[in-house]
Every structure is written in structure tokens, then in C-alpha cells.
């Protein structure tokens, strides 16, 4: 799926939506409404979260 430019005016955005619920509400179809999470930001996610826990912690308690 390729990324798109947002709607311009009201009837762009309505149509939008329209074909975005269609997606939702189709079970058949190949096609998503968004593309799926890449692992690389989940992982860039896990292990930014651990850093900042590592690091509240040793703020917090010293060693």
C-alpha cells in the first residue's frame, strides 16, 4: 500500500472515508487501511523503554 497525500476538501475527506470503512467492514479483501508495524520500531520501542528504565532506576537508587 502506498502512502497518500490527506484529503484536500470535504468531498476528497468523505471519500476517504468511505473507502476506509468499506476496508474495515470487507472481510475478503487483500488490502489494510494501514500498513503493518515494521519489527524494527517495535524493536527501537522495546529498548528505548528499557534504557529509560535502566536509567530511572539507577537515577533513583545509586549505587
Known amino acids: 500500500m502506498t502512502r497518500s497525500t490527506p484529503p ?8 476517504e472515508l468511505d473507502r476506509r470503512i468499506r476496508l474495515l467492514e470487507s472481510e475478503g479483501t487483500e488490502e489494510s ?6 519489527i ?10 528499557a534504557v529509560i528504565v535502566v536509567a530511572m ?6 549505587w
Do not use: K, M
Not at 8 to 15: D, I, K, L, T
Not at 57 to 62: K, N, S
Open 57 to 62: 532506576v539507577a537515577w533513583g537508587y545509586p
Open 40 to 49: 524494527r520500531d517495535l524493536v527501537c520501542a522495546v529498548v528505548g523503554l
Open 33 to 38: 487501511v494501514l500498513d503493518d508495524l515494521p
Open 8 to 15: 484536500a476538501g470535504p468531498a476528497e475527506y468523505e471519500s
